[in-house]
């Protein structure tokens, strides 16, 4: 077959492009200099890279975790990739105590002179388990600390920048399965979808006294501080993820890090109530043809229920 332009020629299909080297930065050099960055769940995995993205653009950025083992690592691979003299300090943190948060940023003002300008709620929990399987205190655990402890440390966040009559900006850490649900993680997604109608609504409340409120949500990004169960989860199918992506590859974290970076900015200052979500258009996808129905527990290699 041909038209005016010549023979037509077969696509092969190659997937969305690689994404630039590490140490790239998406922003001008210096864009966050004098800014602080509070991140949570920022000892390791995707929390810790949203921070080494601040840490290149020069913001002071506080990470915070529940685990101190988590931290001293973290610092020293941080404050490596961190610039224009910019500091990285950490804090011990249970973000379902409130009062123990309320210590955390009376800290960061005390060593930085002020409230910080952005929050990133990284941190969650999570693990695949049948609703049925599901005991009360795994259900109160993971919503807890996803939703509750979300919630504390935006509160806290806003009230502070509230009550000094200063602009900020918050981005909550989503899950895609907040708009579809999500078998197999029952509590978090209703956990995720609690934290996407957070962002939503706060976005309206504080928008008048210059507040920001975003989500921004994860495609597969492997990384080193994985979990066990993600771990095994992954090896149950093709060893190839990227070929099961619309994208025909996996994401780096480093993406996940530089919209952040982008969301908290002052190039994206008339963004507000919107979740992005960083993952080749996977949670979009769907066949032409349904594929057969595997149940949760025979997905997660469980018996029948008894």
């Known amino acids: 077959m041909t038209d005016s332009t010549g023979p037509a020629r077969a696509t092969t299909p190659r997937g969305l492009p690689a994404p630039p080297p590490v140490g790239t930065t998406a922003l001008p050099p210096g864009t966050y200099r004098g800014s602080l960055v ?49 500091t990285v300090t950490a804090a011990v943190c249970d973000i379902r105590d409130p009062d123990r948060i309320s210590e955390v940023f009376d800290t960061a ?65 989503g899950a895609s399965y907040a708009w579809t649900g999500g078998p197999g993680f029952a509590h978090s997604a209703a956990a995720k979808a609690g934290v996407k109608n957070l962002v939503e609504t706060l976005a309206v409340e504080w928008s008048p006294y210059g507040i920001q409120v975003n989500g921004l949500v994860p495609g597969l990004m492997p990384h080193e501080d994985m979990t066990g169960d993600i771990r095994e989860g992954l090896g149950r ?46 949670w979009q996808r769907r066949g032409l043809v349904s594929p057969p129905v595997v149940t949760v527990r025979e997905q997660l290699g469980r018996g029948p229920f008894q």
Not at 44 to 70: P, Y
Not at 258 to 272: D, H, K, Q
């Open 237 to 282: 199918g093709d060893a190839d993820h990227g070929a099961r992506q619309p994208a025909l590859r996996v994401g780096a974290p480093r993406e996940l890090g530089w919209a952040a970076t982008f969301l908290a900015s002052p190039y994206a200052r008339f963004i507000s109530g919107h979740t992005l979500v960083v993952d080749g258009a996977n």
């Open 38 to 86: 509070l991140v949570t769940g920022g000892g390791t995995g995707l929390g810790k890279a949203v921070a080494a993205e601040f840490a290149r653009l020069g913001a002071d950025v506080l990470i915070v975790s529940r685990r101190a083992a988590h931290l001293e690592p973290a610092l020293e691979e941080l404050s490596g990739v961190s610039r224009d003299g910019a």
């Open 109 to 173: 003002e005390a060593a930085h002179g002020r409230t910080p300008d952005v929050l990133v709620n990284n941190a969650a929990a999570n693990f695949p388990v049948p609703a049925e399987d599901m005991s009360p205190n795994a259900w109160r655990t993971v919503v807890d600390i996803t939703l509750n402890g979300t919630f504390y440390m935006t509160r806290e966040f806003g009230r502070r920048h509230l009550a000094a009559g200063t602009p900020g900006s918050v981005i909550a850490v």
